[in-house]
């Protein structure tokens, strides 16, 4: 898996004009040891992909969207351990649940401890917290918007692309995001094929926005990456991110209904004049009453 994940780590330290660390891809790989309950971990090609994107963009705080067992966060926590050391840093992890999704028992990031029991204290974990939420409370902290976050939460379209909308507050111009399952369908196919089973995991959500991201993005290793990063383009100061360039990927066949919420914030995408006339009515009710 080192083999296979090189070429993505020498494109990755090109773009950024990083030195080639294969010794640090090795030290990783030696120490990444999941806890053998933890259920839709990332494997470690993503580890390595997330490695490379924390020592790239070196942000002072990581958010990670969809906690889960807490792999990620430790991975986050060991990747920003190995960039920054003593100095100031955090990671801030956000989940729906409080526990995790296969044991109502188990809480979520559990395994953020296990593997870095050391950083685990670095950690913040947000439970029955969501997309919005990073867009409402971490974009306003002191103004620091985030250069770069991690989104591994519900794969089923139109949620990733919904949790890009949620979270846009919080990002800075030219911010990357990191999308995990970009490439679900194949995996579960060829789990599928080469098992007997019946696999009702192949959501495309993850794999439609990578595909349809019209920007800059950047594929993990291997020959079919499950893991990928895309990046918002620059703007001038003072405007905000164009989203109409998404109206055709909501526009796809939805795998499931959103909440209110997400309802709301993909609507607005898809036609905001009818959106801002709906609130300017709203606003003048409330006046008069």
Known sequence: MLADYRPAHNRIAARFGLREDPDGLAALAAWYRPPDDARGAVLLDDAMFLWDMVRAIRPRMMVELGTASGVSTAVLLRAMADVHGAS????????????????????????????????????????????ADIGREIGTRGGHLLPLVFIDACHKHPYPVADLLGVLPALAPGAWVILHDINLPARAAEFAARTGEDVHWGE??????????????????????????IRLPERVPGARFDASCLRGLIGEPWECEPDAATLSRLHGVLNPPLC???AGAARRLLDRA
């Not at 595909?211 to 990063?229: F, L, Q, R, T, Y």
Request: net charge positive; no cysteine; charged share 20%.
């Open 88 to 131: 100031p840093w955090s990671v801030e992890t956000f989940d729906l649940m409080s526990h995790v999704y296969w044991d109502p028992g188990v809480p979520v990031g559990y395994a953020a401890r296990q593997m870095t029991p050391l950083l685990a204290d670095r950690a913040t974990i947000h439970a029955g917290r969501v997309a």
């Open 204 to 229: 495309r959500g993850a794999k439609l926005l990578y595909d349809a991201w019209p920007h800059e993005k950047s594929a993990g290793g291997g020959a079919v990456p499950n893991i990928g990063a």
């Open 276 to 278: 801002a006339r709906i």
